[in-house]
């Protein structure tokens, strides 16, 4: 189990620095440059291409970046020009991450249930009830699944704060706008993956066993449903984590996911790949812990045999 | 049965416990500050607004965007202070200008930073050259070539202390320029980088200079006290020299991107004042004023494209005449801005009144012409021997923002039904329009627009110089560059407005570009809030002078 | 006794393909799915729908007296009207036209994508779960560097190639979205190779393809459909993001996602226009799900011949 771990650890590494290789080549491909601006001169624009080293080949840049990243720093933004991508990200993922976490407790928790309860009753009115909760949430835009929450609970009927993220009331509406589309495939595929295991043997031996229906679903029946669903939110958690850019940017929350797609569109070059390697230390973690839980949760698929 | 049901009703609860359990992550530095909306209730006086474009930076010299700007404009002094357009003294108490109008002896006043420490005239001589100096890279460094010298140190030809600024004594600043500026006070009036800074400061943070509020020192009336997190608190400075005037204890300035939001956030009673969307600005006319930014947007045209039929001067004739910007305005804008057939902001000073009052517009019909676009259009393609206008193709380019996309596709459908051209629509993002398509000329038309740094035409008749920077549409004409040139050389302030406007004419008799409107902003000010000012170069808002009935 | 020596045997080889067959002369697998889903009346329903949006699609802009991008000020933000059946947009272009021009994008993006992704991604995950070792431990490690470049840079350089439109937009689409299928079928192969049916079909020395043919897809053919039918929406979804930030197709084309995001501004003053394409959207959606679980029923290997 150790080895497996450290072996899987030291290949995340390589994983994120081929990352980093790739997309610090791959910025360099894309059409535009990282200072635009309207106003913008032929002579400012030299001048400020070569304070950040862009007159440079760009081996060296290449060499100068890694050696940087090694000690932790992603230089300077280069629209938000006095602010480091460390501050940035160290400001803005809090929120995001707080957010997160929330949307993500509240999508697990209830699409499980959901789908659950839609497997058990599997044709019945109860099963139509969640599937088609879980069919309107993956039915949404989020872009339109925010603007109506906010629109009805906070501006027609005052019941939540319209916006900004500064107590726990505020952070409902983004949450639920959040939650609702992971809730959905997560319940969708919960049940799926429940009606799969239900005609399965072990099922029937527990059957046969005399145990009770409640024991069957808990003790066998979630325990192996359950594993699709951690494959698809291994990357979910990453994304939802790491700051979604619709929701934020219509609550209006000081979070990462703004930055994620705008560095992109300006061309900030040290932002993308600040974010990028952020994003992708993170997204390694989360599959590394899917991957070693899928041992835990099913007894069949023993980690150490590979 | 119902022991599922329970779970699913524990599951429920856990689940709401979490979600309101874990506190929001600390807001920073606004404790002890009690709260921003309670402010009316302790006595305070403060102004709530919110920004669709967040501030880039909060060193006054490398500040590149209108809303870096405003805040400069409340946090720092300059030695004029322009509000409106009105220029009034600022740190400087008085000043002489030689006959030449080349140097500008200022005389400042006893003023104090946020600190304590007096303010000097060696920290404008700091200031400015710290803006041209190339180690800098200041995005806005160009607004310091009015300077003498500024230019070439730009470029790295001469060394930053050769800059036409020297402090004579603690009390006396000596300017030189390099033309004379008729503008210049009016300009370091509203320009953030003509700030004062203090060389001690910026040396002991170095690259995190004014990277948050705490990290710099303050001139202006209100000194910063938090920049985080989408949210930025100026508060009254003690000891700004003119503090008397000074109303507000307090403003709070939120980054919201969507105006969408921030109109829900005024009428939820978040802020005291709101830009209305465009889409809403309809059903929100009664409630709501207007001002006018000064941007004004339009076409390029690029006169050197492959394109040959974009070269012809009576094809770029009938483009204009075939819009009607009536029609164009109401469904490209729902007819919220001015349909506009100039090339200068009419709200500029000239004359003792505006640019738009102190001369007659004389260009293509508002409403269009029909005939006039065929007869240009039949005598186009006579000259280039095309037979039919199906066979002419044109690509419009624009940048894929929402507002822009629906311009281009109502200038396509205009041109394409009028004209019977085809036009195809090119979108780029915003960095690769101004990065690389109109720098490098690699478009045939292109949808931009045009706001001014400083309170005078030649900022946008320079858009058509022949070996000017903005000049993206590569339009050569000699008459125009003798002209404009003239203009720089020119004491006689009215005499040089005339030779403005004969450029303007010029340019549109042309038909360089495709002028479409001029930006009008819908905003709504809650009753209690008086004394904000709107201006039209280099800030929108300024709020310096604002003050809230309690 | 005669001792047994080789030469009394002779090998006849296996075949391969006839060592499982079984003797029920039975429907082909396709037959018996088809006879279960016609059953399945909310499945049915579904499939209706979504043929006559295609048919719509294809053939209502064609007998419309309005072009999809004719403008008309007299007509800006009109509601549903005998003369517009469902209102009018911004700039007064009929909205039924451009819904159903929109159709065919969002249908086609999201249909090719969808089914690209899920065929990519389900030999992948297949070749990395059954096999395991180096193949899989690489294969993850690409999976983990393509999935950690934001989608943006791969979507924004794609159409740097090829330009705006469908064509670009899915191939944009399908870069990185068959990651998802691949980790998953990855994760459910890996769950059932290790099974008893799977074990015994390798002692009977059956070949790793036909075992992957026979045994593992039929077993995970379900919860793929189930996945294909939420791909869809999600691929529906990604362009109407990219439509959003403004990397979608090329104006004065449209898409719903385009449709939805202008006419999400208008919100609270002129809700039609928001209502009808997130109508549209939403029961495309409920469609491909009951469809979706209409199939995933009638692929079901376990299910087979059972009412």
Same mark, same amino acid.
């Given at each position: 189990?150790?080895?497996?771990?450290?072996?899987?650890?030291?290949?995340?590494?390589?994983?994120?620095?081929?990352?980093?290789?790739?997309?610090?080549?791959?910025?360099?491909? +894309?059409?535009?440059?990282?200072?635009?601006?309207?106003?913008?001169?032929?002579?400012? %624009?030299?001048?400020?291409?070569?304070?950040?080293?862009?007159?440079?080949?760009?081996?060296?840049?290449?060499?100068?970046?890694?050696?940087?990243?090694?000690?932790?720093?992603?230089?300077?933004?280069?629209?938000?020009?006095?602010?480091?991508?460390?501050?940035?990200?160290? &400001?803005?993922?809090?929120?995001?991450?707080?957010?997160?976490?929330?949307?993500?407790?509240?999508?697990?928790?209830?699409?499980?249930?959901?789908?659950?309860?839609?497997?058990?009753? $599997?044709?019945?009115?109860?099963?139509?009830?969640?599937?088609?909760?879980?069919?309107?949430?993956?039915?949404?835009?989020?872009?339109?699944?925010?603007? #109506?929450?906010?629109?009805?609970?906070?501006?027609?009927?005052?019941?939540? /704060?319209?916006?900004?993220?500064?107590?726990?009331?505020?952070?409902?509406? /983004?949450?639920?706008?959040?939650? =609702?589309?992971?809730?959905?495939?997560?319940?969708?595929?919960?049940?799926?993956?429940?009606?799969?295991?239900?005609?399965?043997?072990?099922?029937?031996?527990?059957?046969?066993?005399?145990?009770?229906?409640?024991?069957?679903?808990?003790?066998?029946?979630?325990?192996?449903?359950?594993?699709?669903?951690?494959?698809?939110?291994?990357?979910?958690?990453?994304?939802?984590?790491?700051?979604?850019?619709?929701?934020?940017?219509?609550? %209006?929350?000081?979070?990462?996911?703004?930055?994620?797609?705008?560095?992109?569109?300006?061309?900030?070059?040290?932002?993308?790949?600040?974010?990028?390697?952020?994003?992708?230390?993170?997204?390694?973690?989360?599959?590394?812990?899917?991957?070693?839980?899928?041992?835990?949760?099913?007894?069949?698929?023993?980690?150490?045999?590979? | 049965?119902?022991?599922?049901?329970?779970?699913?009703?524990?599951?429920?609860?856990?689940?709401?416990? +979490?979600?309101?359990?874990?506190?929001?992550?600390?807001?920073?530095?606004?404790?002890?500050?009690?709260?921003?909306?309670?402010?009316?209730?302790?006595?305070?006086?403060?102004?709530?607004?919110?920004?669709?474009?967040?501030?880039?930076?909060?060193? /006054?010299?490398?500040?590149?965007?209108?809303?870096?700007?405003? @805040?400069?404009?409340?946090?720092?002094?300059?030695?004029?202070?322009?509000?409106?357009?009105?220029?009034?003294?600022?740190?400087?108490?008085?000043?002489?200008?030689?006959?030449?109008?080349?140097?500008?002896?200022?005389?400042?006043?006893?003023?104090?930073?946020?600190?304590?420490?007096?303010?000097?005239?060696?920290?404008?001589?700091?200031?400015?050259?710290?803006?041209?100096?190339?180690?800098?890279?200041?995005?806005?460094?160009?607004?310091?070539?009015?300077?003498?010298?500024?230019?070439?140190?730009?470029?790295?030809?001469?060394?930053?202390?050769?800059?036409?600024? !020297?402090?004579?004594?603690?009390?006396?600043?000596?300017?030189?320029?390099?033309?004379?500026?008729?503008?210049?006070?009016?300009?370091?009036?509203?320009?953030?980088?003509?700030?004062?800074?203090?060389?001690?400061?910026?040396?002991?943070?170095?690259?995190? *200079?004014?990277?948050?509020?705490?990290?710099?020192?303050?001139?202006?009336?209100?000194?910063?006290?938090?920049?985080?997190?989408?949210?930025?608190?100026?508060?009254?400075?003690?000891?700004?020299?003119?503090?008397?005037?000074?109303?507000?204890?307090?403003?709070?300035?939120?980054?919201?991107?969507?105006?969408?939001?921030?109109?829900?956030?005024?009428?939820?009673?978040?802020?005291?004042?709101?830009?209305?969307?465009?889409?809403?600005?309809?059903?929100? !006319?009664?409630?709501?004023?207007? =001002?006018?930014?000064?941007?004004?947007?339009?076409?390029?045209?690029?006169?050197?494209?492959?394109?040959?039929?974009?070269?012809?001067?009576?094809?770029?004739?009938?483009?204009?005449?075939?819009?009607?910007?009536?029609?164009?305005?109401?469904?490209?804008?729902?007819?919220?801005?001015?349909?506009?057939?100039?090339?200068?902001?009419?709200?500029?000073?000239?004359?003792?009144?505006?640019?738009?009052?102190?001369?007659?517009?004389?260009?293509?019909?508002?409403?269009?012409?029909?005939?006039?676009?065929?007869?240009?259009?039949?005598?186009?393609?006579?000259?280039?021997?095309?037979?039919?206008?199906?066979? @002419?193709?044109?690509?419009?380019?624009?940048?894929?923002?929402?507002?822009?996309?629906?311009?281009?596709?109502?200038? &396509?459908?205009?041109?394409?039904?009028?004209?019977?051209?085809?036009?195809?629509?090119?979108?780029?993002?915003?960095?690769? @329009?101004?990065?690389?398509?109109?720098?490098?000329?690699?478009?045939?038309?292109?949808?931009?627009?045009?706001?001014?740094?400083?309170?005078?035409?030649?900022?946008?008749?320079?858009?058509?110089?022949?070996?000017?920077?903005?000049?993206?549409?590569?339009?050569?004409?000699?008459?125009?560059?003798?002209?404009?040139?003239?203009?720089?050389?020119?004491?006689?302030?009215?005499?040089?407005?005339?030779?403005?406007?004969?450029?303007?004419?010029?340019?549109?008799?042309?038909?360089?570009?495709?002028?479409?409107?001029?930006?009008?902003?819908?905003?709504?000010?809650?009753?209690?809030?008086?004394?904000?000012?709107?201006?039209?170069?280099?800030?929108?808002?300024?709020?310096?002078?604002?003050?809230?009935?309690? | 006794?005669?001792?047994?020596?080789?030469?009394?045997?002779?090998?006849?080889?296996?075949?391969?393909?006839?060592?499982?067959?079984?003797?029920?002369?039975?429907?082909?697998?396709?037959?018996?799915?088809?006879?279960?889903?016609?059953?399945?009346?909310?499945? *049915?329903?579904?499939?209706?729908?979504?043929?006559?949006?295609?048919?719509?699609?294809?053939?209502?802009?064609?007998?419309?007296?309005?072009?999809?991008?004719?403008?008309?000020?007299?007509? +800006?933000?009109?509601?549903?009207?005998?003369?517009?059946?469902?209102?009018?947009?911004?700039?007064?272009?009929?909205?039924?036209?451009?819904?159903?021009?929109?159709?065919?994008?969002?249908?086609?993006?999201? #249909?090719?994508?969808?089914?690209?992704?899920?065929?990519?991604?389900?030999?992948?995950?297949?070749?990395?779960?059954?096999?395991?070792?180096?193949?899989?431990?690489?294969?993850?490690?690409?999976?983990?560097?393509?999935?950690?470049?934001?989608?943006?840079?791969?979507?924004?350089?794609?159409?740097?190639?090829?330009?705006?439109?469908?064509? /670009?937009?899915?191939?944009?689409?399908?870069?990185?979205?068959?990651?998802?299928?691949?980790?998953?079928?990855?994760?459910?192969?890996? $769950?059932?190779?290790?099974?008893?049916?799977?074990?015994?079909?390798?002692?009977?020395?059956?070949?790793? =393809?036909?075992?992957? @043919?026979?045994?593992?897809?039929?077993?995970?053919?379900?919860?793929?459909?189930?996945?294909?039918?939420?791909?869809?929406?999600? %691929?529906?979804?990604?362009?109407?993001?990219?439509?959003?930030?403004?990397?979608?197709?090329?104006?004065?084309?449209?898409?719903?996602?385009?449709?939805?995001?202008?006419?999400?501004?208008?919100?609270?003053?002129?809700?039609?226009?928001?209502?009808?394409?997130?109508?549209?959207?939403?029961?495309?959606?409920?469609?491909?799900?009951?469809?979706?679980?209409?199939?995933?029923?009638?692929?079901?290997?376990?299910?087979?011949?059972?009412?």
């Amino acid at each position: 189990m150790l080895k497996y771990v450290t072996k899987r650890v030291v290949a995340a590494i390589l994983t994120v620095f081929a990352l980093v290789t790739i997309v610090f080549f791959l910025v360099r491909l +894309m059409p535009g440059e990282p200072f635009t601006s309207a106003k913008l001169t032929k002579e400012v %624009a030299e001048n400020m291409n070569s304070y950040y080293g862009f007159d440079k080949p760009i081996l060296e840049q290449y060499f100068t970046y890694m050696g940087n990243l090694l000690h932790g720093n992603f230089g300077y933004s280069m629209k938000y020009t006095n602010k480091t991508v460390n501050y940035i990200i160290g &400001q803005t993922f809090p929120f995001s991450a707080d957010l997160g976490i929330r949307a993500l407790c509240l999508a697990v928790s209830l699409g499980l249930v959901l789908g659950i309860i839609a497997a058990r009753n $599997r044709g019945k009115k109860l099963d139509f009830a969640c599937v088609l909760i879980a069919i309107v949430g993956t039915s949404i835009p989020d872009f339109i699944m925010g603007a #109506l929450l906010q629109y009805f609970f906070g501006i027609k009927w005052g019941l939540l /704060p319209v916006a900004k993220y500064l107590g726990i009331e505020y952070t409902i509406l /983004p949450a639920c706008a959040l939650a =609702f589309y992971t809730l959905a495939s997560v319940s969708r595929i919960m049940r799926s993956s429940m009606l799969e295991v239900t005609s399965q043997d072990y099922i029937k031996t527990a059957r046969s066993k005399g145990l009770s229906e409640l024991r069957i679903t808990c003790k066998h029946q979630i325990r192996n449903a359950i594993m699709p669903v951690m494959t698809v939110l291994g990357p979910t958690v990453a994304s939802v984590l790491t700051g979604t850019f619709v929701i934020e940017a219509i609550f %209006a929350i000081p979070g990462m996911g703004k930055y994620y797609v705008e560095s992109v569109n300006n061309n900030d070059y040290a932002m993308i790949l600040g974010m990028t390697v952020f994003y992708g230390c993170f997204l390694v973690l989360c599959n590394l812990i899917v991957d070693i839980l899928y041992g835990v949760a099913d007894p069949r698929v023993r980690i150490g045999k590979r | 049965m119902k022991k599922r049901i329970l779970a699913a009703l524990l599951t429920l609860a856990m689940t709401a416990a +979490m979600v309101t359990g874990c506190s929001t992550p600390s807001t920073g530095g606004d404790s002890g500050e009690g709260g921003g909306d309670s402010g009316a209730a302790s006595g305070e006086k403060v102004f709530r607004y919110a920004t669709n474009t967040e501030p880039t930076t909060l060193d /006054p010299t490398k500040g590149q965007s209108i809303g870096d700007n405003e @805040i400069q404009h409340a946090i720092t002094e300059g030695l004029t202070r322009n509000t409106a357009g009105e220029v009034k003294p600022g740190i400087a108490e008085k000043w002489e200008i030689s006959e030449d109008g080349l140097t500008y002896t200022f005389h400042l006043r006893d003023a104090k930073w946020s600190d304590g420490e007096p303010i000097k005239a060696a920290d404008y001589e700091f200031s400015w050259k710290r803006l041209v100096d190339p180690e800098t890279a200041s995005p806005y460094a160009f607004i310091g070539d009015y300077l003498k010298n500024g230019y070439a140190i730009e470029t790295g030809e001469k060394d930053p202390s050769e800059l036409g600024v !020297k402090a004579i004594d603690d009390k006396t600043l000596e300017v030189t320029l390099e033309n004379p500026t008729s503008y210049f006070l009016s300009l370091i009036g509203s320009s953030g980088q003509y700030a004062p800074l203090r060389q001690d400061i910026v040396e002991e943070y170095g690259t995190d *200079f004014a990277a948050t509020a705490d990290k710099n020192v303050y001139s202006g009336p209100f000194k910063m006290t938090k920049s985080e997190n989408n949210e930025y608190i100026f508060e009254k400075n003690e000891n700004y020299w003119d503090v008397d005037s000074i109303k507000l204890d307090r403003c709070e300035l939120s980054y919201v991107e969507k105006p969408d939001t921030q109109l829900s956030m005024y009428e939820a009673g978040d802020l005291d004042y709101v830009m209305v969307p465009s889409a809403y600005v309809p059903d929100y !006319k009664d409630k709501s004023e207007k =001002f006018m930014n000064g941007n004004v947007d339009f076409c390029y045209i690029n006169s050197q494209s492959e394109n040959k039929v974009l070269q012809n001067k009576d094809f770029r004739l009938a483009l204009n005449y075939a819009i009607s910007r009536k029609e164009y305005n109401d469904l490209a804008n729902t007819g919220i801005y001015e349909p506009f057939n100039g090339l200068v902001f009419p709200g500029l000073q000239a004359k003792g009144k505006t640019y738009g009052e102190a001369y007659e517009m004389k260009s293509y019909p508002i409403e269009g012409d029909q005939e006039q676009a065929k007869s240009h259009l039949d005598a186009a393609m006579k000259e280039l021997n095309i037979a039919s206008p199906g066979d @002419i193709e044109i690509e419009l380019t624009t940048t894929d923002a929402e507002s822009s996309k629906k311009i281009a596709e109502v200038i &396509q459908e205009l041109w394409q039904k009028s004209l019977g051209i085809k036009v195809k629509i090119r979108q780029v993002t915003y960095a690769e @329009i101004y990065g690389n398509v109109f720098p490098e000329h690699d478009f045939e038309v292109g949808y931009g627009g045009w706001g001014a740094d400083y309170d005078d035409p030649y900022s946008y008749v320079e858009l058509f110089k022949g070996d000017s920077s903005y000049n993206y549409s590569q339009f050569v004409n000699k008459d125009l560059d003798e002209l404009l040139v003239a203009t720089q050389k020119e004491t006689d302030t009215d005499k040089r407005m005339d030779m403005l406007k004969e450029a303007e004419q010029l340019i549109l008799d042309e038909g360089a570009f495709v002028p479409l409107q001029a930006r009008n902003i819908f905003y709504m000010l809650d009753e209690d809030t008086t004394g904000i000012n709107f201006y039209y170069c280099s800030l929108n808002i300024d709020w310096v002078y604002a003050d809230v009935a309690q | 006794m005669a001792e047994l020596n080789k030469d009394m045997f002779v090998i006849k080889g296996k075949n391969t393909m006839k060592m499982e067959s079984i003797s029920r002369p039975s429907l082909s697998f396709w037959q018996d799915a088809w006879r279960r889903l016609r059953k399945n009346r909310a499945a *049915f329903v579904g499939l209706c729908i979504i043929v006559l949006y295609a048919l719509l699609a294809v053939f209502a802009p064609m007998f419309s007296k309005y072009g999809f991008s004719d403008m008309d000020t007299a007509a +800006m933000h009109a509601g549903p009207s005998a003369a517009h059946w469902l209102g009018c947009d911004a700039t007064g272009r009929d909205q039924w036209v451009r819904i159903w021009m929109g159709a065919r994008t969002s249908l086609a993006i999201g #249909l090719f994508s969808a089914f690209i992704n899920m065929c990519v991604g389900a030999v992948i995950g297949g070749l990395c779960g059954y096999y395991g070792g180096k193949l899989d431990m690489i294969m993850m490690r690409v999976v983990d560097i393509l999935y950690g470049i934001p989608s943006l840079i791969i979507t924004i350089l794609v159409m740097l190639v090829l330009g705006k439109g469908v064509a /670009p937009l899915i191939i944009a689409l399908c870069v990185v979205g068959w990651i998802g299928t691949c980790r998953f079928v990855r994760g459910e192969v890996y $769950r059932l190779k290790e099974q008893d049916f799977v074990m015994a079909a390798k002692v009977l020395g059956i070949p790793d =393809f036909i075992i992957i @043919i026979r045994h593992i897809i039929p077993n995970i053919l379900g919860m793929l459909v189930t996945n294909l039918c939420m791909a869809i929406p999600g %691929a529906i979804f990604q362009e109407a993001f990219l439509s959003y930030i403004g990397l979608g197709i090329a104006p004065p084309n449209c898409s719903w996602g385009v449709l939805a995001k202008e006419g999400i501004q208008y919100l609270r003053i002129h809700p039609h226009e928001i209502i009808i394409p997130a109508f549209f959207i939403c029961t495309t959606m409920l469609a491909l799900n009951l469809l979706g679980d209409g199939m995933r029923d009638a692929v079901d290997p376990k299910l087979r011949g059972t009412e």
